[in-house]
């Protein structure tokens, strides 16, 4: 190299070491390998850069843009809609986002039917279930996170994820068969976009802008704006339940005679009998029919098991019980579960169960309301699949209905409140919303109200509001929304709740008739009385389905 060359080499060397680097070009967490893109909108990217920065965007190997970061560093583009029938590659400065489909995506939002997951409806559906392998059924979960400090600029994790027997039974079961039914009646890829919380209000999912109505709500957020305040609730709540668990513990009797009441060698003898489950008010759970009895309660049944039977693996099927539960089979703990809503299915290990006489016990807490056995659910010892239940097979089994030994443990008082700060106006708006609401979708699925249900006269103003707010965030003032009918739930004795669902289910009716673009399904036919989480989310999904489909 002769003395120019050297040089010049190194005037651009000490040029480039002072030229400031490049910035990645950053895209939101959705925007992302394997999405689905609404195949009738634009396709539509956005995302930070710095500020003025300038770089290509292109589909299949085809320049479509040149972009402009913004003073700020954002960035947004807008380019024709993506053709229908193939996977794309989407080229974004240096970023790369490979197998992009168009098709229909939907936005599944709500509460804990909505959430529900596919595990927990295959009682009833594991056949289809068992059958499906579409990955052009595609979900994107949104992470659970409340935002009290205004919107978040984008999700801290997730990604999209096709229908594999391996990611199915994550996936919302509504949402799940709804998406499988309307690609089965269009042909095209459908994305699901699930945002949803057990147990949160209406409220929770609107922005604060619309929330401007309701003083109420807005005062209620505004008392716990406070991080150090949340910080201490959350941790005198730890301490309350550690010292009610450990006084409740100490004091049980089951935990601490010299044998253990799960033992198989303790005798039952001085335990009194109950038919079990009972329907109604049962007089162990209550004094005199009234308060309920806190606290814990143990339970134990003999059953035979036949020699072909014995030795294998099993699940234990215990139905739902309120509150908590922990079980043993022959003294051997089999499982638990912390709250009252999850079916108990519950492995019992081959080696476990024996020729002739076996126990199941259960040790059964109660922190709110009855304790109880919940009727007309499974009971019983199943030794083929745990959903094996519904007729798809005749499955072998050992019934666990009918008289069990009961003894009481430590009687408490009621357990110590919590605090949920998911259920606050606007933070779910702001921390799952916000970040995805950008993203141009064909429709939105909302199966909420259970929560509002005290309250139900509101709830076709918020509603409304939810409405006018998600389709002022997505830019489409005609997005339509398809609002789940609550369904079927409380025993037709009941007096008072019972009477509120229907009300609420007329309130939802209101609404739906009153909002332009809104279509009310039908799903009160498909609840189940004893269950507020009811099987039947396939035949929902094809109504949702076929309501969307025939909007076209």
């Known amino acids: 190299m002769n003395r120019l060359s050297v040089a010049a080499a190194a005037a651009a060397i000490s040029l480039f070491s002072v030229m400031p680097a490049r910035a990645d070009v950053k895209l939101p967490r959705i925007i992302a390998d394997s999405m689905v893109v609404q195949y009738d909108r634009p396709l539509t990217l956005w995302g930070t850069a710095s500020p003025g920065e300038t ?24 380019l024709p809609k993506l053709p229908l029938g193939k996977t794309h590659t989407i080229r974004v400065a240096d970023r790369e986002i490979r197998d992009v489909v168009a098709g229909d995506v939907l936005l599944c939002s709500g509460q804990s039917n909505m959430e529900l997951p596919v595990s927990r409806v295959t009682d009833a559906w594991a056949d289809t279930i068992e059958a499906c392998h579409n990955t052009d059924v595609r979900e994107f979960s949104v992470p659970k996170v409340e935002a009290f400090d205004g919107p978040v600029a984008d999700l801290s994790g997730g990604s999209w994820r096709g229908a594999t027997q391996a990611n199915i039974p994550a996936f919302s079961a509504t949402a799940f068969f709804t998406a499988r039914a ?8 459908v994305g699901i976009i699930h945002a949803s919380w057990g147990g949160t209000p209406v409220e929770s999912w609107i922005s604060e802008e619309y929330l401007a109505p309701y003083p109420l709500e807005r005062n209620k957020l505004a008392l716990y704006r406070d991080s150090a305040y949340r910080a201490r609730i959350k941790q005198l709540e730890g301490e309350n339940y550690h010292r009610w668990n450990t006084v409740m513990d100490a004091a049980d009797p089951g935990l601490n005679d010299s044998l253990p009441y799960y033992s198989p060698e303790i005798s ?8 079990l489950p009972d329907q109604f008010m049962l007089d162990w759970a209550t004094d005199g029919g009234l308060n309920p009895i806190h606290g814990s309660h143990w339970f134990r049944r003999d059953f035979n098991v036949r020699p072909d039977q014995a030795g294998r693996d099993a699940w234990l099927r215990l139905g739902c019980l ?7 089979v022959n003294g051997v703990f089999v499982g638990n579960t912390t709250y009252q809503y999850p079916p108990r299915i519950y492995r019992i290990p081959a080696g476990v169960l024996r020729p002739g006489v076996n126990t199941v016990t259960v040790r059964l807490i109660s922190q709110h309301g009855v ?12 030794f083929d699949k745990p959903h094996a239940l519904y007729g798809r097979t005749e499955p072998d089994e050992i019934s666990l209905d009918g008289t069990w030994h009961y003894a009481p443990g430590a009687r408490m008082p009621e357990g110590p409140d919590m605090m949920f700060y998911c259920y606050l106006p606007e933070v779910l708006y702001d921390g799952m919303i916000a970040p995805v609401i950008s993203y141009p979708v064909g429709g939105v699925v909302w199966y909420q109200g259970e929560s509002n249900v005290s309250e139900y006269n509101r709830y076709p103003a918020k509603l409304a509001s939810l409405v006018s707010c998600w389709r002022a965030a997505n ?28 009300a609420m289910r007329r309130m939802q009716a209101a609404a739906a008739q009153q909002l332009e673009g809104v279509t009310l399904i039908p799903n009160e036919d498909l609840g189940e009385w004893n269950d507020i989480h009811p099987l039947s989310k396939l035949p929902l999904g094809a109504r949702i ?3 969307i489909a025939g909007a076209e």
């Open 268 to 275: 039952t003898y001085q335990w009194s009998t109950r038919a």
């Open 182 to 189: 309307l690609n089965r009646a269009t042909g095209r890829p």
């Open 475 to 502: 830019g489409s003032p005609q997005l339509p929304f398809y609002v789940v009918e609550l369904a079927d739930f409380i025993h037709h004795s009941d007096t008072v709740e019972r009477p509120a669902w229907a």
């Open 371 to 382: 304790p109880h056995f919940v009727p007309e659910k499974p009971y019983k010892i199943v």
């Open 322 to 328: 309120v509150d908590a539960d922990s079980a043993w």
């Open 55 to 78: 770089f290509d965007i292109s589909v299949d190997g085809r320049r479509k843009a040149t972009v402009s970061a913004d003073a700020a560093g954002n960035w947004r583009a807008e």
């Open 545 to 547: 389905a076929a309501a």
